[in-house]
């Protein structure tokens, strides 16, 4: 696998598309608390040849090469600790998106974003806040509080954000109330919402792997 790295304002991996297609769709990816751009640059296989995968990495430092978008209080995994650390990388994950459409002549109108835990909470923000630049968001193990940015969402044009959401059955981190409270915030919101619930933990299930694959394959169509 081709594995570069672009001059991006987030450090970042990046696989090209194999096809010489200008409508060649592309996913960025946000990894979880802890974790790093190398982890869910592992799924950009699986992913058809012609898309542009693109993994993003967090900038606050964590152990053992971890990073995070934002400090957690995992007794109230909801409560946004320090809003100005999401307000932070969310622009940061904008400027990058804008600047890979540029600098690679990507199709603007074939953008998703797939995050996981953390990364998915951010995934949902920055859709539900700018929903005309996105296809499509992929929210893995995540959840979000909407009652924290409600003010910020684009009412207008949420409607057509197409949203895939999965989430595992026995995951402690991000509990099914959890995950299914977000499902009911979103409904409500009247995106395109497709949800998912799998026998796992806090993971991503080939199961899921394999529903994303196919929800992304009818959406970028």
């Known amino acids: 696998m081709i594995k570069k790295e672009?001059?991006?304002?987030?450090?970042n991996l990046f696989k090209p598309s194999e096809v010489k297609d200008q409508n060649s769709p592309s996913v960025f990816f946000l990894h979880g608390f802890g974790s790093n751009m190398e982890d869910l640059f592992g799924l950009s296989p699986f992913f058809p040849k012609n898309w542009n995968c693109i993994s993003l990495q967090a900038t606050i430092p964590l152990q053992f090469n971890g990073w995070a978008w934002a400090e957690?209080?995992?007794?109230?995994i909801l409560k946004v600790?320090?809003?100005a650390q999401i307000i932070h990388h969310k622009e940061?994950?904008?400027?990058?998106?804008d600047l890979s459409i540029q600098e690679l002549n990507l199709d603007p109108n074939q953008i998703f974003i797939l995050g996981f835990s953390q990364g998915a909470a951010l995934s949902l923000y920055t859709g539900l806040t700018d929903p005309k630049k996105y296809k499509g968001i992929i929210a893995l193990s995540g959840c979000i509080s909407i009652n924290e940015f409600e003010n910020e969402i684009d009412y207008d044009h949420v409607k057509n954000l197409n949203v895939f959401m999965g989430n595992g059955r026995q995951d402690k981190?991000?509990?099914l109330p959890l995950a299914q409270k977000t499902r009911d915030d979103l409904s409500k919101l009247e995106v395109k919402l497709n949800y998912k619930e799998y026998d796992v933990e806090h993971?991503?299930?080939?199961?899921?792997?394999?529903?994303f694959?196919?929800?992304i394959n009818k959406v970028s169509t």
């Open 6 to 11: 672009l001059d991006l304002p987030l450090k």
């Open 72 to 76: 957690i209080d995992f007794e109230n």
């Open 81 to 83: 600790q320090n809003p």
């Open 92 to 97: 940061k994950i904008v400027e990058s998106i």
């Open 173 to 175: 981190i991000i509990t």
């Open 203 to 211: 993971s991503i299930s080939n199961e899921c792997l394999n529903d």
């Open 213 to 215: 694959l196919i929800w």
